[in-house]
C-alpha cells in the first residue's frame, strides 16, 4: 500500500514552478488582499486553530488588517502587530505580505520588496494557518501576483528559483502513513479493493474476449477510470488540500456518485430510445420481457415464454 502511495503522490503532485508563463492579475491582488483581511476578523473571534500561537498570530493580523483598511491609521503600530504576529508564528506568511503593502503605501520601496520576498520565501507551503481565511486559488494568486511585481521591479530570482517554488508538505502525508484515522483507512483500503479488484477483473474480461466497446463493459472502463481519479484527489488533498475548502470525505463521493449517476442516465435514455422505436412491419414486442420478436413468433426468442 506504501509504494502505491509513494508513487502516486510523486506523480500527482510536485513543485510547482511559479516563473512558468504568469498571467497578469491587474486588481485582482488588491480584491483578495481586501476579502482575505476581511474574513481574517471573523477567524480570530473564532480561534478555528489548535495550536494556541497560531490564534494568537492570526489575532495580531487580524488587529494589523483592521489598522491598514482604516483611514488614518497607525502604520507603526500595524508593523509592531505584525512583527509580534510573527513572533507567535514564524510561518506566518501572510504578515510579511500585509507589511509590504503598508511600506509600500510608505513609500518605502526597498522595504517593501525585501518583505515581498520574504512571503514568497515563507509561503512555500499552503498550512492550515492561511487556509482558516484564504482559499486556494487565492494563495497561489498571491504568489504569482507578488513575483510579477518583484520582476516589474528589478528584483531578479536568478539562482534562487528553488528557493521561492511551492512544495509538497508531507509531513500530512507521512502523518496518515504513520497514524492514519480511522475514516481514511476505511477509504484507503476501499480504494486498493476497488483498484485491484477491477485490474483482475479488466484482465479477465479482456482474456474472455469481452467487447469493451459495448455499452456495459464501456462503462465498466469509465468507472474504473473515475475510480483511479478520485484515488489521486484524495492524494492531492493530502498533501495541499483541495481548493475552495473542499474535503476529500466530500469531493470524492460527490464525484463517484455523479459518474454512477451520469452513466446511469445514459444508459436508461439507451433503453428508453430502443423500446420507444417504432416497429418495422412483420415485428412486435414481448409481452414478457419487451424483447423484439417476429409477429408470427409462438415463442419469445430472448425469455423462451410462449405468447
Known amino acids: 500500500m506504501f509504494p502505491i502511495l509513494c508513487c502516486l503522490l510523486f506523480l500527482a503532485t510536485g513543485n510547482i514552478e511559479i516563473d512558468s508563463a504568469p498571467p497578469n492579475y491587474g486588481d485582482e491582488f488588491g480584491s483578495i488582499v481586501k476579502k482575505a483581511s476581511m474574513r481574517l476578523q471573523g477567524a480570530a473571534q473564532k480561534r478555528p486553530l489548535k495550536l494556541k500561537g497560531w490564534n494568537q498570530s492570526l489575532s495580531k493580523t487580524a488587529k494589523a488588517a483592521r489598522i491598514l483598511a482604516s483611514k488614518g491609521g497607525d502604520y507603526e503600530e500595524a508593523i509592531q502587530d505584525l512583527e509580534a504576529a510573527r513572533a507567535d508564528y514564524a510561518g506566518n506568511s501572510f504578515s510579511y505580505l500585509l507589511e509590504a503593502v503598508i511600506r509600500s503605501t510608505q513609500g518605502r520601496k526597498e522595504e517593501a520588496n525585501k518583505m515581498f520576498e520574504q512571503f514568497l520565501l515563507q509561503s512555500r507551503t499552503f498550512t492550515k494557518f492561511e487556509e482558516s481565511f484564504l482559499h486556494w486559488g487565492e494563495f497561489h494568486t498571491l504568489r504569482r501576483s507578488v513575483y510579477e511585481l518583484l520582476r516589474a521591479r528589478g528584483v531578479t530570482f536568478e539562482g534562487r528559483e528553488k528557493d521561492i517554488q511551492v512544495v509538497v508538505p508531507y509531513q500530512e502525508f507521512f502523518k496518515y502513513v504513520m497514524s492514519p484515522g480511522r475514516e ?12 485491484i479488484g477491477g485490474g483482475v477483473l479488466l484482465i479477465i474480461a479482456s482474456l474472455a474476449g469481452v467487447d469493451f466497446y459495448k ?8 468507472m474504473y477510470l473515475a475510480v483511479w481519479i478520485a484515488y489521486g484527489l484524495w492524494i492531492f488533498d493530502l498533501a495541499f488540500g483541495l481548493p475552495w475548502g473542499l474535503s476529500r470525505f466530500y469531493a470524492i463521493p460527490v464525484f463517484l456518485l455523479s459518474c454512477v ?13 430502443e423500446h420507444k422505436r417504432p416497429l418495422e412491419p412483420g415485428y412486435r414486442k414481448c409481452s414478457h420481457c419487451g424483447a423484439v420478436i417476429l409477429e408470427l413468433a409462438t415463442e419469445c426468442s430472448q425469455c423462451r415464454r410462449k405468447l
Open 215 to 222: 455499452s456495459i463493459p464501456g462503462n465498466f472502463i469509465v
Open 261 to 273: 449517476v451520469s452513466l446511469a442516465s445514459l444508459e436508461y435514455w439507451a433503453y428508453w430510445r
Open 184 to 195: 481514511d483507512w476505511v477509504m484507503n483500503l476501499s480504494f486498493i479493493f476497488l483498484i
